[in-house]
């Protein structure tokens, strides 16, 4: 699916969500391929819809390390013969260094009102468990890694295989979340440092830290953004994104059964 009318393609599965990065002769960069089926879409989408080959797919990048934004990469990596990326401090990782993570439980009544923003299938829940196990990190504080990796990408950076796509470390929700942005089109493909929740964008209310979650708030909200591709949740255009942009300690709107459960057993503020 085009997003908006911009250079980019979304597909997903429940809320895991990947784009393909580029236009109709430009080689691809697939962004957060985190599930088996998820690459399985993206990969029918570049053969049918685009009538592209996958070896055009030359760049892989995930927004950061966990499970659900690197269980697909395997995959794709096999299909295309790409090249993956990971955000920098994933190095540190991979070299043995334990990743913090959040409070799984406490985090989730936080986010749950994200869950109920695309249709739910068994096949990403399962597969987002069972990634859990063996990729990534999340529900483990230790790395693994089921690909090849290629390089690490880093703040200032241009995105490699996406001219005019620049790389901004975002931490908070992980220490290594990284998104990236295009000034040219104001787009931002956020990971899961920024998530959408009945159409406006919300700072992900799981984080590891909260002053640097809030540190991160301040610099993307500096950055014009009249598109925003988050990692969960529907992507979201307006003139101006941050406008009616939710922080992370603010429990979220809505009359539906999650968004009530989140206001009532996440822990707010
Ligand atoms: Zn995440």
Redesign the pocket.
């Known amino acids: 699916m085009k997003v908006f009318d911009l250079p980019v393609h979304r597909v997903s599965s429940w809320i895991f969500n990947c784009y393909l990065v580029g236009d109709d002769s430009d080689p691809l960069v697939a962004v957060d391929p985190g599930l088996p089926v998820v690459t399985e879409r993206a990969l029918a989408l570049v053969r049918l819809a685009l009538g592209r080959d996958p070896s055009d797919v030359t760049t892989i990048v995930s ?2 390390g ?1 499970s ?2 690197v269980g697909g990469v395997a995959d794709l990596q096999r299909s295309s013969g790409a090249t993956a990326l990971l955000p920098a401090r994933c190095e540190q990782y991979l070299g043995g260094e334990a990743a913090r993570t959040f409070p799984l439980v406490e985090s989730s009544l936080r986010f749950m009102a994200v869950w109920g923003q695309q249709r739910m299938e068994f096949t990403a829940l399962r597969q987002f468990a069972a990634t859990g196990r063996s990729v990534g990190f ?1 529900s483990s504080n230790r790395m693994r890694c089921d690909f090849d990796v290629g390089g690490y990408v880093a703040d200032g950076d241009t995105l490699p295989g996406a001219p005019g796509w620049e790389v901004v470390h975002a931490p908070g ?2 220490d290594d ?1 990284t998104c990236f942005y295009h000034p040219e089109s104001a787009t931002l493909l956020s ?2 440092a920024v998530v959408t929740h009945d159409g406006v964008a919300w700072f ?1 209310p ?1 984080y590891v830290d909260l002053p640097t979650a809030n540190a991160t708030e301040e610099r993307l909200r500096t950055l014009e953004v009249r598109h925003l591709l988050p ?1 969960h949740g529907l992507p979201v255009t307006a003139p101006d994104v941050w406008a009616t942009a939710r922080p992370s300690t603010t429990p979220p709107s809505g009359r539906s059964v999650l968004a009530r459960c989140s206001r009532r057993f996440g822990r707010w503020g």
Request: aromatic share 0%.
């Open positions: 927004t950061h966990h659900d934004h999340g929700h992980s979340s990971g899961d992900n799981e990692g």
